[in-house]
């Protein structure tokens, strides 16, 4: 004979069934839901509860290490998602030449923003990395700028049509702040690097170029060569290599073939100029790295 209790088990089990499973099914629910569990007395649902909108896929939602799309709200980086485009970016790709067609948010890697002279001669103006996006003409409406942007280090990051980031940073919200302080930052940046090239030796100047990529890659191995390192910083392929010996026979660096790796980071800053510090400290302020 049942039991007189299995009934009342029964009924409790599925009423739990009910209202546990939407909670179950809505994580990891890319897309905002259309149907919600009204909640009863005695439920424990959460209000956001609901179940599956129809065609949702139960993949869990991208983490983004870009510093301006990890801290968009829910609602805007689902607005912007559908329009960023995964791209994988080779060692001295082209990013920004002339008129931009697209902006990058990058994920990993290093953009150089380059300035050219008429002989040919190439110095470096800015990187970016986690902390910013590529792209700066594109939010002033000038559509294009002198100089060149392009991949220093290969990495990966999001593309985005120019015109769909434009329309996006029109609109009020926690883009147009983020990216508003990333245009202040990389002003600033911009401005120490010309003081800092001017005024301060190679070895400064070289560890305050490192220290920048690493803190953009959050990343101790950084791919280069001594030719690109000359190329950035705008001196001789052999006052370079001198830098980068003072640097390594100093136990700061260690260098392979096409390869420096930072072992010392905090020697590193004791030798670096105060450009670095006045730069980082900006961008820290302002929540960018």
Not at 61 to 88: D, F
Not at 165 to 172: A, G, I, S
Request: charged share 20%; proline share 5%.
């Amino acid at each position: 004979m049942p039991s007189l209790y299995a009934r009342p088990l029964a009924s409790l089990w599925l009423v739990h069934l009910r209202i546990q499973m939407p909670v179950f099914l809505a994580k990891g629910c890319p897309n905002e839901l259309t149907y919600r569990l009204p909640l009863e007395v005695g439920s424990f649902a959460h209000p956001d509860a609901g179940f599956l909108a129809k065609g949702s896929q139960m993949n869990p939602p991208i983490s983004y290490k870009n510093r301006i799309l990890s801290a968009l709200p829910k609602a805007e980086i689902s607005r912007l998602a559908p329009h960023l485009s995964k791209m994988v970016l080779k060692q001295e790709q082209g990013l920004l030449d002339g008129k931009a067609k697209y902006a990058y948010f990058m994920e990993d890697g290093i953009a150089s923003v380059v300035a050219t002279v008429e002989d040919g001669t190439t110095v470096e103006i800015g990187v970016i990395g986690i902390d910013g996006v590529v792209g700066i003409p594109i939010l002033l409406g000038a559509g294009t700028a002198p100089g060149r942007t392009f991949i220093q280090i290969e990495g990966s990051g999001f593309r985005i049509e120019a015109q769909v980031l434009k329309d996006e940073f029109e609109r009020p919200g926690e883009l147009r702040q983020y990216l508003q302080k990333y245009i202040q930052a990389f002003i600033v940046q911009t401005a120490q690097t010309a003081v800092c090239n001017r005024l301060h030796s190679i070895e400064e100047r070289l560890s305050r170029w490192l220290l920048a990529c690493r803190d953009r890659m959050e990343s101790d191995r950084l791919a280069l060569t001594h030719d690109f390192l000359a190329q950035m910083l705008g001196a001789p392929r052999t006052t370079v290599t001198l830098a980068a010996g003072l640097l390594h026979r100093a136990g700061l660096i260690e260098y392979k073939r096409g390869i420096v790796i930072i072992r010392n980071r905090k020697g590193l800053e004791k030798t670096t100029c105060e450009c670095y510090h006045t730069v980082r400290d900006e961008f820290r302020r302002l929540g960018l790295l």
